[in-house]
């Protein structure tokens, strides 16, 4: 297991897309853990930095091939548009 001052903050967020980058990067082969995550989900207003910050951090080793995966997800977060569906 890597030292404090070897881990790095790869992506800063809410807790629903910070839980899910965890779950890609684990699915990669890539260690990482959440930061703030219980104050994100109980108070986000009250969070460092606020609007539910839950940092994600991972090796700093990882930091390239990570940062790929992050950059993938949040440009295909940007192209997908809101679907909404009526109730009939």
């Known amino acids: 297991m890597n030292t404090d001052d070897e881990w790095v903050v790869l992506y800063t967020g809410n807790v629903l897309d910070v839980d899910f980058l965890k779950s890609v990067l684990a699915g990669s082969g890539i260690e990482s853990m959440l930061e703030n995550e219980t104050i994100g989900m109980m108070a986000?207003?009250?969070?460092?930095?606020?609007?539910?910050?839950?940092?994600?951090?991972?090796?700093?080793?990882?930091?390239?091939?990570?940062?790929?995966l992050v950059e993938d997800y949040i440009h295909q977060k940007r192209r997908t548009p809101l679907r909404i569906v009526e109730r009939e």
Not at 48 to 61: D, F, M, Q, T, Y
């Open 44 to 68: 986000p207003h009250h969070s460092p930095g606020c609007l539910g910050s839950v940092r994600l951090v991972i090796a700093k080793e990882d930091l390239f091939e990570a940062r790929t």
